[in-house]
Nanobody, 124 residues
Framework: QVQLVESGGGLVQAGGSLRLSCAAA????????MGWFRQAPGKEREFVAS????????IYADSVKGRFTISRDNAKNTVYLQMNSLKPEDTAVYYC?????????????????WGQGTQVTVSS
């Protein structure tokens, strides 16, 4: 079992930045690929970014490519999402997820554990 807790969300103006953190507790963090997903009001949850166990490989949704960066610190059992040049359409609840013994994936059902989410609101 892995427990995931997101933090760092908040209210920011368009063009601003936020850094989300996801702290993991439980099993060996470095065994897991990690992902970030988001869900806007009235929409389905969608993929944002994923990073492999070592941090050497990552993928992004086209909508955030070049603006968001996913990273991880296995010594701190934490994965991050640096979000720059934020837009109102980035407003959503952001979730982190962990995938056992797997590589990166943009497929929600590939992930085994989920956090509770953190709200990000971007004002225009």
């Amino acid at each position: 079992q892995v427990q995931l807790v997101e933090s760092g969300g908040g209210l920011v103006q368009a063009g601003g930045s936020l850094r989300l953190s996801c702290a993991a507790a439980g099993r060996t963090f470095s065994n897991y690929a990690m992902g970030w997903f988001r869900q806007a009001p009235g929409k389905e949850r969608e993929f944002v970014a994923s990073i492999n166990w070592s941090g050497g490989t990552s993928i992004y949704a086209d909508s955030v490519k070049g603006r968001f960066t996913i990273s991880r610190d296995n010594a701190k059992n934490t994965v991050y999402l640096q979000m720059n040049s934020l837009k109102p359409e980035d407003t959503a609840v952001y979730y982190c997820a962990a995938r056992r013994f797997g590589n990166i994936s943009n497929y929600q059902r590939a992930y085994d554990y989920w956090g509770q989410g953190t709200q990000v609101t971007v004002s225009s």
